[in-house]
């Protein structure tokens, strides 16, 4: 005898359907999972940035990073993606936006001159 209370799940091989079933979770897993994470490494970094942190890693950190030709403080970025890609991101994002890291370090550069080849 069947649960009277128990809801049977109809499943649909509608495409269009299941694209929405799939958007629905995406959606869930980014602003559940990803945006705190990203906005928690923005807002760290910011604070990092107001007590001066960022430039004392700057100085100590300047000479390994720049055999990767990257400022010091870019250091953040691998220490935060290590704990987190979202973090990673919300830290390179914040470099970016405080004008630390620019278009021009080596990621783009390296594609640029890969082109100009």
């Known amino acids: 005898m069947p649960n009277a209370t128990a809801t049977q799940v109809k499943k649909s091989n509608n495409p269009f359907d299941i694209f929405i079933t ?21 807002v760290l970094a ?12 700057g100085k100590v950190c300047g000479p390994v990073m720049s055999i990767f030709d990257l400022p010091g403080q870019a250091i953040t970025v ?11 991101v919300g830290v390179a994002a914040s470099l970016l936006a405080s004008g630390t890291l620019n278009r021009e370090f080596p990621a783009v550069s ?8």
């Open 22 to 42: 799939g958007l629905r979770k995406g959606f869930n897993v980014a602003i559940n999972n990803l945006m705190p994470n990203v906005l928690m490494a923005f």
């Open 46 to 57: 910011y604070i990092l940035d107001l007590f001066g942190v960022m430039s004392f890693l």
């Open 78 to 88: 691998l220490c935060a993606t290590w704990l987190s890609c979202g973090a990673g």
């Open 110 to 117: 390296y594609s640029r001159r890969q082109e100009a080849r």
